[in-house]
């Protein structure tokens, strides 16, 4: 059986997703699994073993169409449900296929009026039963994140010299938009909370800076020439390769971000910084441990699902009020 699966983006996203692509290659007679996605996010699926074959919207829509007719596809799971994909499916006549309940209208009673009728599920489960006509079931497991070959670091050589693997606290600095991210003060008092236990910053090239700050922020009071406690990696490796440095960490801390779900995925404890959004959307770290840190009582959370450049209010006290309480494990 040939099914599609379709997810454009982003990181986070099609890292959950990563449950129902095992279900169908695994529970499925015969499946084959195709994964539409774009460009930007094919090398998350190419290491994958239950993904049969990546298509990416490389060009128009109507190009991948063309292609996505010619593989006479069995059923089609649309984990995105958007123009686009709605677009895909009605090009493709006669295949049956589902998509998974974005809860849109429950969101928006929540942003707007804080009214919550979220039902209590992951975004995984709600995932799930876009692809229940197929017959698949929960087998108990979590996220997937397979890192290509080749794309492990060797933390004993690439970080400084006091960094070993299971010891070190990896911080995911970043996020898209900025009301999911801790101002630099707050990164700042949270790297002393990490203290003694030395620190890697990830993120992307667009992060570089703002790690720059927080390491110099501790010079020299607790690092050294020689025995740096906080090492700025953002900018300096791939997405595998922090994956990779996540998965060696002791522990993670991350906003609301992609390398959250791939600390989920490598079942590592996470320590998720909560501001604009809220647990509540169903996009929490799935089946690892963890602790969400929020500032609670503020009428103005969420104040959107996706966030904004800036707080709307101006004082941004969803995160300028983190009290960053972290019940660390012991050293």
Not at 78 to 106: E, M, S, Y
Not at 231 to 255: E, I, K, M, T, W
Request: glycine share 6%.
């Amino acid at each position: 059986m040939k099914i599609l699966v379709l997810r454009f983006s982003s990181i986070g996203d099609i890292v959950l997703t990563t449950p129902v692509v095992r279900q169908l290659h695994q529970q499925v007679p015969n499946a084959q699994v195709h994964f539409a996605t774009k460009p930007a996010y094919r090398s998350l699926l190419e290491a994958n073993p239950y993904v049969a074959k990546t298509h990416v919207l490389s060009g128009s829509l109507g190009e991948l169409v063309r292609e996505l007719r010619a593989e006479r596809f069995d059923f089609i799971v649309d984990l995105h449900n958007n123009l686009r994909t709605r677009l895909i499916r009605l090009q493709l006549p006669g295949v049956p296929g589902r998509a998974f309940d974005k809860l849109n209208l429950q969101k928006w009673l929540l942003v707007n009026f804080k009214i919550n009728q979220l039902p209590p599920v992951h975004i995984v489960d709600r995932y799930r039963a876009a692809a229940a006509p197929l017959g698949i079931q929960d087998d108990g497991g979590g996220l997937d994140y397979f890192i290509p070959s080749g794309q492990e670091v060797n933390v004993v050589t690439a970080l400084p010299a006091c960094f070993r693997p299971g010891e070190y606290a990896a911080v995911a600095i970043g996020a898209q938009h900025a009301t999911k991210r801790l101002p630099v003060e707050k990164l700042i008092e949270l790297v002393t909370r990490l203290a003694p236990r030395p620190v890697v910053l990830l993120g992307g090239p667009e992060d570089e800076s703002t790690g720059h700050v927080i390491e110099l922020a501790f010079h020299p009071l607790l690092h050294s020439s020689t025995h740096p406690l906080i090492h700025n990696a953002c900018g300096r490796f791939s997405l595998h390769q922090s994956a990779s440095l996540v998965r060696q960490a002791a522990f993670v801390v991350s906003h609301d971000t992609g390398l959250m779900h791939v600390a989920a995925a490598f079942k590592k404890q996470v320590f998720s910084v909560w501001g604009n959004t809220v647990p509540e959307f169903g996009m929490y770290p799935y089946r690892t441990a963890f602790q969400a840190l929020e500032v609670p009582g503020l009428p103005c959370r969420p104040c959107s699902k996706i966030g904004f450049a800036e707080c709307p209010k101006g004082h941004f006290r969803c995160m300028r009020d983190q009290d960053l309480n972290l019940d660390l494990p012991p050293l």
